[in-house]
């Protein structure tokens, strides 16, 4: 029997809306802890024998995990209960990591890395598994006009989460040591725990009604590569990324391994860049509304350079550079958590099958992501014979590698010009806006 198809009203759009955000505020909490590349994690699988320049490999393991989004696409694009399904996964995702994380430390020594990396690979599968359709699920709730405004708020409430989360994890991990097995153990279930939580959220916000859901087939991916607006967004979004494919995964083993930094410093670090993003990001939200994400993105792309090229001058005993270099990243970091969402959504048609379009955006980005974990190991290896000292600046391995980073980034930045410029139809939109978290 199909179901009649039904907006939502008003009361329903904001309920759903400040659900999302709670949602998106536990699950902060869960990521800050149990994430693959958090201070957490990484000091966990140092601690389990896991070499530190092979944390490389841990990043691409949760980015291939992507490619089981789309080799199950054709199938579960038939499930009818698409709410339950994203409910499903969301509890499986850090039910898995407990039972995996007890039972990793009693293993022989051996095997502790492979179980950690196939616990990884699992529960990264059943978050890609959702992401098309709780994307759009987000997508169709948010008003048009209202984009900007609710990503910037959306994004303050879950810094807030983030920032008491730091604070508390680089308390815990100063107190118990970063070679601590049973300790930080106990902080990844402590983590999944919120996990649970932010997912049972979701069972509170309403998803529309659909006549039934749009069936996958390969003449979808056809239809998205076609869409002249998405093909630009993707290109230039990947282009512009290509530095982080490479340096995501070893901003923790160098705060830990190569600054030799205490956790509460690192905490402390990251509650400072935190409170800058929650500050500027609301803010950055209505002036994307007004101009458009592609001249917010403009500015991002120096401040990303610089950010990279401040590696190199830092050392142990002298972290002041990192410090200062996470703090003014904030910034860009601000822009793009509200203007790459913005640009996303505003490139999709409002009809068809848009679950195509989150799957080929989430496959294209964390498919490279994996591949510069795993192109990155190598590289971090032969850099690990280089070293140049210039000025106050003492370039080993891990410095060369994040200023080679910094270069690629400038002309990285023209990538920009890519990503269409949705102002207008923003503009217009908003002349209609209904509800608000």
């Known amino acids: 029997m199909k179901r009649i198809a039904r907006a939502l009203t008003k009361t329903e759009i904001r309920a759903s809306l400040a659900w999302f955000n709670w949602n998106v505020s536990l699950r902060g909490v869960f990521e800050t802890i149990c994430g693959g590349t958090t201070m957490v994690f990484v000091a966990f699988a140092m601690a389990i024998g896991v070499p530190q320049d092979a944390m490389g490999y841990f990043s691409a393991i949760i980015s291939c995990a992507c490619i089981v989004q789309l080799l199950s696409l054709p199938l579960i694009s038939r499930v009818r209960k698409r709410k339950r399904l994203i ?24 095997l502790r890395p492979l179980s950690l990396g196939i616990a990884v690979f699992l529960a990264a599968a059943c978050l ?98 076609c869409t002249r607006s998405f093909g630009r967004l993707l290109a230039g979004t990947l282009l512009f990324n290509l530095p982080f494919f490479f340096a995501c995964a070893y901003y923790q083993v160098f705060n830990l391994e190569i600054l030799k930094m205490r956790p509460w410093l690192i905490a402390c670090m990251g509650v400072g860049y935190l409170i800058v993003r929650l500050l500027l990001t609301p803010w950055f939200g209505g002036i994307c509304d007004r101009i458009g994400p592609r001249r917010l993105l403009w500015i991002t792309g120096p401040i990303y350079s ?106 990285c930045t023209a990538a920009v010009v890519l990503i269409p410029d949705h102002r207008a139809d923003m503009v217009s939109a908003s002349q209609g806006k209904g509800a608000t978290a």
């Open 87 to 110: 409910l499903g996964l969301a509890l499986i995702e850090p039910l898995l990591l407990i039972l995996v994380v007890m039972l990793t430390p009693v293993l022989p020594p051996v």
């Open 128 to 225: 890609h598994l959702t992401r098309p359709f709780a994307d759009d699920w987000l997508a169709t709730t948010i008003p048009s006009g209202l984009r900007g405004r609710y990503i910037g708020r959306r994004v303050r409430f879950s810094s807030i989460a983030i920032i008491a989360a730091t604070l508390a994890v680089g308390s815990a991990v100063e107190v118990l040591g970063k070679a601590n097995k049973t300790g930080l153990a106990a902080l990844l279930i402590t983590g999944a725990l919120f996990g649970l939580v932010a997912a049972l959220t979701l069972t509170r916000a309403t998803m529309p009604v659909q006549h039934a859901p749009e069936p996958f087939n390969p003449g979808d991916l056809r239809a998205v590569m």
């Open 306 to 411: 610089a950010f990279f090229l401040c590696f190199p001058f830092a050392a142990t005993g002298r972290v002041w550079p990192i410090i200062f270099a996470w703090a003014f990243v904030a910034v860009a970091d601000g822009i793009t958590a509200v203007a790459a969402p913005a640009a996303l959504y505003g490139s999709i048609p409002a009809q068809g099958a848009r679950p195509a379009y989150f799957a080929v955006y989430n496959l294209a980005n964390l498919g490279c992501f994996a591949i510069g974990g795993i192109l990155a190991v190598p590289l971090l290896r032969l850099l690990q014979s280089v070293h140049w000292a210039w000025g106050s600046a003492n370039l080993g391995g891990y410095h060369l590698f994040y200023a080679i980073c910094g270069l690629v980034m400038l002309p």
